[in-house]
């Protein structure tokens, strides 16, 4: 199933669920309906690995990306695209800043590992992507390619969708 084939419908309420979840799956708590922060924030130098979430959005601007690049943290759009068959997926667009300037990677979808690591990784379908792949952890980095093979990515897809989409706290539980 690619995005190609999802007729523009986009679901707000959607996005915000995701955002909810990424924020209990990974290092990070949740500031507001914008913001995901590390836990156990200490110092100043801990707000560079802050993102700043635009559930809804697919970030496309470049003044969002010079916005960013000042800021020197990164953002993440995250969009969640129904499908004609009642299937739902998410779609995210990372602003990714680093060494003063801020890169944008579109068409990007979640991926899990078998250690419930959360990552961002290009949809086959895009060139865009640029093949960037971005882990979740003390801050959104670059990382090699995180699949073994098409099963191991086809199965860290799913399982991230299903753990995104997940209602309520008791539907993530291991």
């Known amino acids: 199933m690619t995005k190609k084939l999802v007729k523009g419908t986009a679901s707000y309420e959607g996005a915000l669920l995701m955002c909810q979840n990424l924020a209990e799956l990974t290092a990070y708590e949740v500031a507001g309906d914008q913001f995901l ?11 560079s690995q802050s993102l700043i979430l635009m559930p809804g959005v697919r970030l496309a601007s470049t003044e969002m990306a010079r916005g960013i690049a000042m800021l020197g943290t990164s953002a993440l759009g995250v969009r969640c695209l129904h499908y004609p068959d009642g299937g739902r997926i998410g779609d995210f667009t990372v602003l990714f800043a680093e060494n003063g300037g801020a890169e944008r990677f579109a068409a990007m979808l979640a991926w899990v590992d078998q250690d419930r690591s959360l990552y961002l990784i290009p949809d086959e379908d895009e060139d865009e992507a640029g093949g960037a792949s971005f882990k979740f952890d003390r801050g959104l980095r670059k990382v090699d390619q995180p699949w073994a093979d098409e099963a191991d990515r086809q199965r860290g897809l799913a399982e991230a969708m299903a753990l995104l989409l997940a209602e309520g706290p008791d539907s993530r539980a291991d």
Do not use: A, L
């Open 37 to 47: 922060i590390p836990d156990g924030i200490g110092s100043p130098s801990d707000i």
